[in-house]
């Protein structure tokens, strides 16, 4: 008597993909929601600066940019990218905007935020810090946002500039206001004295990086070595073989990462917050270290 052999193969039902399905898209969520959003990139970059005097060369600028204090981000999470920075022993540090997020149906609540990151950010060992608006501080309030961030000790640049001196030599850190939701001068931020001036740089912190297009045509903007921006969160989401999903006005061009544009470079910054949805997908948050170096 021959005996039929049963099947084992397993029965694919529409229940059992959709489930597969669900399953697949919760651990993705799982993913990019808790394990990769919490990750932290320590990008090192050595930038060559034409005319740094010889004191500054080595010069360590950590960049930690848009924070968006919690709406997504958790004071837990910004106190560990702080003890990051804490590690690096930075010569100055630069925040490059959007400490908090807009919160259109209750606006104290960014308000409070900007209040509760700017007590964290005195977590900063390092003495130097320095930081400018983003669109989200300037849509929350720009001189909410500012007076907590000034409270605390962090100089803020709102189309100013100061002087990082060492060894009898300096060059010039100077900020601009947010270009998309602010009123950017950078006339003001970087007046005719301390244009071209030898062995006296400027590096400018401008948040939304496609802004330098426009900058580099002004005479004021032609006098820039290095610009430090953020705001595209480098994509926050990106797909493999297609890229971002979404990218923000005047963040379009300049994503992430070192860019040349003739006598001017620009870093664009990751940052470590998010917005829209807490997920970040093959885009971790990022701290930047630039040494600077004599060109």
């Known amino acids: 008597m021959t005996l039929a052999k049963s099947s084992t193969s397993p029965v694919f039902t529409r229940r059992r993909l959709l489930t ?13 929601g808790e394990g990769e959003r919490h990750w932290i990139d320590l990008t090192r970059i050595d930038i060559t600066v034409p005319g740094l005097p010889e004191a500054f060369d080595g010069f360590c ?123 950017p001068d950078p006339a003001a931020a970087i007046p005719e004295r301390i244009r071209n001036v030898p062995k006296e740089p400027v590096i400018l912190m401008c948040h939304a990086p496609d802004y330098v297009d426009d900058l580099i045509t002004q005479p004021a903007g032609k006098a820039v070595s290095l610009v430090l921006s953020g705001h595209t969160h480098g994509g926050q989401v990106r797909v493999p073989f297609v890229g971002p999903l979404t990218l923000p006005e005047l963040g379009r061009k300049y994503v992430e990462g070192y860019f040349r544009l003739g006598n001017t470079q620009l870093y664009v910054n990751r940052g470590i917050g998010t917005v829209g949805v807490p997920f970040r997908f093959d885009c971790p948050p990022e701290i930047t270290l630039l040494t600077l170096r004599r060109g």
Not at 20 to 28: D, E, I
Not at 78 to 92: F, V
Request: charged letters at 20%; aromatic letters at 8%.
């Open 20 to 32: 597969g399905g669900v399953l697949g898209a919760a651990a993705l969520a799982l993913y990019a």
């Open 61 to 183: 600028i950590a960049q930690l940019s848009d924070i968006h204090l919690i709406a997504w981000t958790e004071p837990s999470f910004l106190r560990r990218a702080i003890s990051h920075i804490n590690a690096l022993k930075p010569d100055a540090v630069c925040l490059t905007g959007d400490f908090v997020s807009e919160a259109p149906d209750s606006p104290q609540f960014p308000i409070n935020a900007a209040w509760q990151c700017a007590q964290i950010l005195t977590g900063i060992e390092c003495r130097q810090i320095y930081g400018i608006l983003g669109n989200h501080d300037v849509i929350v309030g720009s001189d909410e946002v500012t007076k907590a961030m000034r409270t605390h000790g962090v100089t803020m640049l709102r189309n100013e500039y100061v002087a990082i001196e060492r060894g009898g030599s300096r060059f010039w850190l100077a900020g601009v206001d947010d270009p998309l939701k602010g009123t």
